[in-house]
């Protein structure tokens, strides 16, 4: 079995500040990790994706993220955010075929 | 357009009419995704299909709902006797399904809207 906590629901910020937007992860087998974007009324886009190796995961849009086996974590990061970041975020854990995603983090930028 | 096509984007059916959401997926993806997603809940898996074979939809209704994945033509879902409760964003991804499952990303759709009256 496999789950994933997004504790933020929401997170407000000011243009040009830093955002962590976390997400922690159960799972029984090793895992393959992943950070979405939506925005509204739309569908999801990928942000970045953790496989195997370094486990610092570089993404679009200046995000990046850390695995940490340690403490079944991969918080998203960037560390100046823009208007435009505002949108939907969602983690997702994918151990066995069926990906499970996060109940999302709304991340709201203001001027 | 190459991605991954839903229609209708928006779907309107009043309490006992049928809805079907159609999904074709990116090219060359032989794997398929349905999710739904209300607000304040995230993403829910609800089936998971290969062409012509449903490999696990454990995460379905067991009544009025059912998904295809024809040889030729897009995936189908489809909700009968509709109630208000299914009243939702429904999101279909693909994937090219490499071994056990997705150690790729999943290209989702923009999503069918579909508003129960």
């Known amino acids: 079995a496999q789950s994933v906590t997004q504790l933020d629901s929401q997170v407000p910020v000011f243009e040009e500040a830093p955002v962590e937007l976390r997400c922690n992860y159960s799972?029984?087998?090793?895992?393959?990790l992943f950070w979405y974007v939506q925005y509204p009324n739309q569908g999801l886009q990928l942000l970045l994706k953790?496989?195997?190796?370094?486990?610092l995961v570089k993404g679009i849009n200046g995000f990046e993220a850390e695995f940490n086996k340690s403490q079944t974590s991969f918080h998203l990061r960037k560390p100046s955010v823009h208007i435009s970041d505002t949108a939907e975020y969602f983690c997702?854990?994918?151990?066995?075929?069926?990906?499970?995603f996060g109940r999302g983090t709304s991340l709201i930028v203001h001027p | 357009n190459a991605g991954v096509m839903q229609n209708p984007r928006h779907l309107v059916r009043r309490r006992g009419q049928e809805a079907r959401l159609r999904c074709s997926p990116m090219k060359g993806h032989s794997h398929v995704y349905w999710y739904r997603q209300l607000p304040e809940e995230g993403l829910k898996f609800m089936v998971y299909l290969q062409k012509e074979n449903i490999i696990d939809e454990s995460g379905m209704p067991k009544e009025r709902f059912s998904a295809e994945f024809p040889k030729e033509g897009p995936s189908i879902l489809r909700i009968q006797q509709v109630v208000r409760g299914d009243s939702a964003a429904y999101f279909c991804?693909?994937?090219?399904?490499?071994?056990?499952?997705?150690?790729?990303?999943?290209?989702f759709g923009e999503g069918s809207r579909l508003t129960v009256l």
């Open positions: 991804a693909s994937s090219l399904g490499r071994g056990q499952g997705p150690r790729g990303e999943l290209f």
């Open positions: 997702a854990v994918s151990g066995s075929y069926i990906p499970t």
């Open positions: 953790y496989l195997s190796g370094s486990t």
């Open positions: 799972s029984s087998v090793s895992v393959y």
